[in-house]
């Protein structure tokens, strides 16, 4: 399989995931933030496989997303573009890695819904994690194909 047909599968994946029935049975509530994080592990994949696909020319050694992303990263066109995504507070990139983060913590990013369990105090943006990811899905399919353009180029 080529990168460019495994980032397409992973974000796919992700994507079957979000689209997975909950059912109602006391089950729902974990299964849900499964799915929220499973598709979470699925675009972190799809970001490295990316990283992959659009720095092939360049040969690199290592596609670890904290190294390439990071301030030390190879200077290549492609990297320049996505750093700058990641430093954009509004952009899809920048969003995904907060949540990569939080995932790998020990505290994970799903959260209980408010009204889930009695006594608990809800956190966050108000949003469902399930439609931000969806969001990032769809905004990092259309950043795909200016990526794999200039990456073409080489």
């Known amino acids: 399989m080529t990168p460019r047909s495994r980032t397409n599968q992973l974000l796919y994946q992700a994507e079957l995931l979000l689209d997975m029935p909950g059912g109602n049975d006391e089950h729902a509530e974990t299964r849900r933030m499964a799915v929220e994080e499973g598709a979470l592990a699925f675009l972190e994949l799809a970001l490295q496989s990316l990283l992959r ?9 290592r596609h670890e997303w904290r190294e390439l992303l990071g301030a030390d990263g190879a200077g290549i066109a492609e990297l320049h573009r996505l750093r700058e995504l990641v430093a954009q507070p ?3 990139l920048s969003w995904l890695i907060g949540r990569l983060e ?6 994970g990013v799903a959260r209980r819904r408010s009204g889930a369990a009695s006594g608990l105090i809800a956190v966050g943006s108000g949003a469902a994690l399930g439609d931000e990811v969806r969001w990032c899905l769809a905004e990092a399919k259309a950043e795909l194909a200016a990526l794999r353009e200039t990456s073409q180029e080489w």
């Open 102 to 107: 939080a995932l790998h913590s020990s505290d």
């Open 53 to 61: 696909e659009v720095t092939e020319h360049a040969r690199l050694e």
């Open 90 to 92: 509004d952009s899809w």
